[in-house]
């Protein structure tokens, strides 16, 4: 079963992946998308690092 993922929170790895590429990612930034991926797998009762793998193949390998 595919892990669902909200727009806010891809839209946080999105902004995190930005930053990564350009070597500017702030601890802000970085807090910001792992508090989010703890509190969405709490509210949907997912492993919390599955959220965060799905997640970044989400964003980072779309075509995967």
């Not at 079963?1 to 946080?12: H, N, P, Q, V």
């Not at 970085?30 to 964003?59: C, M, N, P």
Request: proline share 2%.
């Amino acid at each position: 079963m595919a892990i669902e993922l909200s727009d806010d929170l891809i839209k946080l790895e999105e902004a995190a992946w930005a930053e990564i590429q350009a070597g500017q990612l702030t601890v802000e930034t970085a807090w910001a998308v792992q508090s989010a991926i703890t509190e969405h797998a709490e509210a949907t009762g997912e492993d919390r690092f599955k959220v965060e793998a799905a997640l970044k193949k989400h964003v980072r390998h779309p075509d995967a």
